[in-house]
């Protein structure tokens, strides 16, 4: 294939498993070709905003934002607004594909994915969505009808998307993210001192963190840490729970569990683990398959359309993780946890059927498939 320079823009954003697996296709689109230019569409005040830039590409903000669903007066001032951002958004974004004049235009979800597309598709630009999870979001389902093309990370997506449309390309994840080697782990082990005997569970809460793994943690390890004296545990508590965990550790030290706010070193902190307990947004899903480890999903109630317990249930429902609910990870999740540990073989056997649905080439799948797209058009 014959990777020319285009012009592309890149929408959407809102979380971590919108905009990183985004800056990963446009990495890829640059890395293909230099002189292709890329412009990212995202949402004022939310992360893409601070997240792109610090991967070197230009975003414009536009006002949109979503429905309030508490009622507040804060929140009852904020719906008022949405109607009039929305319409602002829709003349912004056609004002955008009018001056930048993108040869394709790709939504990776989120709030601003919809005016932006909608303006590429009326002036007849080829477009792509990108659906990271196992339910697929309001936005990407809303323009799936008119929409060129449809990447997924999961089976089963025809009920959502065209079935003609689809092609699954899996998640786009950073490109230190490899499958885990007696060497990697080495390193891992001195990076975060930890000792070569001992079994290592591995606890990501995201970077701001999360309260129910947290709380789960911190019960367990108030009750002495039963069943964990062989194990080492690595903690992210999260940017957000950093002061109170901190205090906590404070007043029951434990040599054996490291905690920090922020894992820099994702690459070795999964190399190193024998377990993971985890969310399962779409980005931590793909990682975890492509490092090929057993993994224990603890789904976040709080998400649109529950589409984390489907993220985790597409694993599940393959033998490639275990599961437990949000309201039940507090009395179940360290017990289990420790039991799996105990079973090496089932840990085993757990990472290697994960490793089984990796797909390594995502970001190339879905550059490869926008210049399909652009080829079918030219040809039309």
């Known amino acids: 294939m014959e990777y020319r320079p285009i012009k592309i823009i890149i929408s959407g954003g809102g ?12 990495s890829k ?9 890329i412009l990212f569409v995202g949402a004022k005040d939310k992360m893409e905003m601070e997240k792109v830039p610090a991967a070197g590409f230009d975003i414009i903000g536009l006002p949109i934002c979503g429905i309030q669903r508490k009622f507040s007066l804060k929140g009852l001032i904020h719906n008022i607004q949405v ?31 919809a005016p932006l597309l909608s303006a590429a598709m009326s002036k007849h630009i080829p477009t792509l969505i990108q659906e990271q999870n196992g339910f697929a979001g309001l936005t990407n389902r809303m323009l799936a009808g008119d929409v060129d093309r449809v990447c997924v990370a999961y089976d089963g997506m025809d009920k ?9 390309s899996g998640n786009p994840i950073r490109a230190d993210i490899q499958p ?29 963190g999360c309260g129910t793994l947290n709380r789960t943690v911190m019960k367990w390890i108030s ?61 931590s ?40 609910p949000d309201c039940e990870a ?8 420790l039991a799996l540990l105990s079973e090496p073989e089932e840990c085993e056997r757990l990472g290697k059927n994960a490793a089984t649905l990796a797909i390594p080439n995502s970001a190339q799948i879905i550059v490869d498939e926008a210049y399909k797209v652009l080829d079918d058009k030219t040809h039309k």
């Open 15 to 26: 979380t971590g498993g919108h905009i990183f697996p985004a800056i990963a296709i446009a």
């Open 29 to 37: 689109f640059k890395e293909l070709n230099p002189d292709s230019k």
């Open 83 to 113: 109607p009039f951002k929305t319409i602002y958004s829709e003349i912004k974004a056609f004002k955008i594909i009018k001056d930048f004049a993108p040869d394709i235009a790709i939504g990776v979800g989120g709030y601003a994915s």
């Open 160 to 168: 959502f998307f065209p079935k003609w449309k689809i092609v699954k």
């Open 180 to 208: 885990s080697t007696p060497q990697k782990r080495a390193q891992g082990l001195a990076h975060f001192s930890l000792s070569e005997g001992k079994k290592h569970l591995l606890i990501v809460g995201g970077s701001l």
């Open 223 to 283: 009750e002495g840490c039963p069943g964990g004296e062989d194990v080492e545990v690595l903690w992210q508590c999260g940017k957000y729970y950093e002061k109170q965990v901190s205090d906590f550790m404070a007043e029951h030290p434990q040599p054996s569990i490291h905690y920090s706010a922020f894992i820099d070193r994702m690459d070795l902190a999964y190399a190193c683990a024998d377990l993971i307990l985890s969310r399962s947004g779409a980005s």
């Open 285 to 324: 899903i793909s990682e975890i398959c492509m490092v090929g480890k057993a993994c224990i999903f603890v789904p976040s109630p709080n998400v649109a359309e529950d589409h984390q317990r489907h993220n985790a249930m597409a694993l599940v429902n393959k033998g490639a993780a275990k599961m437990i």
């Open 330 to 337: 507090e009395e179940k999740l360290m017990k289990e946890a």
